[in-house]
């Protein structure tokens, strides 16, 4: 059975920086395009990264270019979202999501068809 598994969320002052982790088990992800999602309490779950299986080509929401950065290692069959430069408003439950079919890193979430529990992230003002 398929499983993403998020890890690295907590509590953080702004301006200060996480590494959100996402570890697959069950099935190997390491061809499929992934990314990070986020959910705010009361909003919907948005886009936040995406990824490549090869990690050649990115995408991001334009409220987080240029202060986070998405990575993976197919070889430890984890995804990695390294987060600087933090806000409060950035404050949510992170998940990681996985591509079934489609090598696009879309900001759909309609595309993504495997998701992990999420991890909370919250940043204090």
């Known amino acids: 059975q398929a499983q993403l598994v998020e890890s690295g969320g907590g509590l953080v002052q702004a301006g200060g920086s996480l590494r959100l982790s996402c570890v697959a088990s069950?099935?190997?992800?390491?061809?499929?395009?992934m990314g990070w999602f986020r959910q705010a309490p009361g909003k919907e779950r948005e886009f936040v990264a995406a990824?490549?299986?090869?990690?050649?080509?990115?995408n991001y929401a334009d409220s987080v270019k240029g202060r986070f950065t998405i990575s993976r290692d197919n070889a430890k069959k984890t995804m990695y979202l390294q987060m600087n430069s933090l806000k409060p408003e950035d404050t949510a439950v992170y998940y990681c999501?996985?591509?079934?079919?489609?090598?696009?890193?879309?900001?759909?979430?309609?595309?993504?068809?495997?998701w992990g529990q999420g991890t909370q992230v919250t940043v204090s003002s």
């Open positions: 999501a996985a591509r079934g079919a489609g090598w696009y890193p879309s900001m759909d979430i309609r595309v993504y068809d495997y």
């Open positions: 990824i490549t299986w090869s990690g050649d080509r990115t």
């Open positions: 069950g099935r190997t992800f390491s061809t499929n395009t």
